[in-house]
């Protein structure tokens, strides 16, 4: 089995206090031992990476890239070109993830996505499986998905979502006021797929009924939910106050205003995750809520509603770090660790520890990316 030593590095190690000096050593896919600066390693090949920082791969849990533009046909092949393009980003696996759609259009990318997830990954990041964003949401909070679309869950279509989704779909994001919730979050259970609150006016009552289902996460805090009032918690309030859920946040700076991920990132503590929630659509693609126009910042429908952002999870994590003045290790842990908890792949994914799979970020002084490893070997740059 191959062994290499990447040396000269520094470990960004989201379990750790803060980023340190070190030497890791790789065996085949797995990180096989973390060692001190100075290590050596008789026969393995060394890798100098002249100072830069190393961190696991970044997950990103909301990542819907091109294949929501896709026709039928062609979701499997862009969910692969979006696998390769998040490379780029030190992402090392990410849900594919849908909008609201009608029956037909929703029913043809499960099967289509839960077969993409089901196919090796080859040389891109691992499609972990889906997160479904709808269609069961609140109209008034749809943001922009397709308001057409919008409907509340009934038992049939439930199932038969679930079933074509062969098990491959690991988060749902719904409004939990919706009529049919309860059904919903009871379903979710018994599929082992984690209930996501979000594009909702929930009140905190609402919210708190399907939590006692099972219900502990939410979507995208503050975006496409009822603002936070001091006398009004609604979900906002409640997704802050309450230990059980875990939130997440687009921290791209214009989703969220700076000083509110500052005093998010205080209050939730390690229950913040980090998404892109990222689009790439080609020139006047259209995902089924009218033309997009790109800010340089983040996308908008006509009427400027923001429709995803143009972020990376790298700059995100950056920008964590910058606007909420925490280390560079807790900033990754938000894309890396938590999110590997969430989904309940912490013990193969999004550490630095002795047995996890060797996906790794190399990132610069700023957090840019430098290069992505992927099972024990370096998949970005793929020359040089
Ligand atoms: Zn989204």
Known sequence: ??????????????????????????????????????????????????????????????????????????????????????LRHGVTGFLITSVAWPGPRLAEFVTSAAEAASAPSGDGATPLGLHLEGPWIRAEAAGAQPRVAVRVPEGAEVREILARGEGRIRMLTY???????????????????????????????????????GARHVTHLYNAMGAFHHRAPGLAGLALADERLTCDLICDGVHVDPQVVRFTARSLGERLLLISDRLDPEPGADFGAGPLRDDGVALRLEDGTLAGSRL??????????????????????????????????????GTLRPGARADLAVLDGRGGVLETWLGGRRVYPTTG
Not at 183 to 200: F, K, P, Y
Not at 317 to 342: G, I, K, S
């Open 1 to 86: 089995m191959s062994r290499i030593l990447l040396r000269n590095c520094v470990l960004l190690d989201p379990e750790g206090p803060d980023e340190a000096p070190g030497t890791l050593l790789l065996e085949g896919e797995r990180i096989a031992a973390r060692l001190a600066p100075d290590a050596e390693s008789e026969d393995a090949r060394v890798v100098d990476l002249a100072g830069a920082r190393v961190a696991p791969g970044f997950l990103d849990l909301h990542h819907h890239g091109r294949a929501i533009f896709a026709a039928n046909h062609a979701i499997g092949s862009q969910v692969r070109h979006d696998a390769r393009e998040l």
């Open 175 to 213: 409004a939990p006021e919706v009529e049919g919730a309860e059904m919903l979050q009871d379903e979710l259970l018994r599929h082992c797929v984690i209930g996501a609150l979000g594009h909702s006016l929930a009140r905190h009552l609402d919210a708190e009924r399907v939590m006692e289902r």
């Open 312 to 349: 990376t999870l790298e700059s995100a994590a950056a920008n964590l770090a910058a606007f909420a003045r925490v280390p560079a290790a807790e900033a990754v842990a938000a894309a890396t660790l938590r999110p590997a908890r969430l989904l309940g792949i912490e013990a193969q994914r």
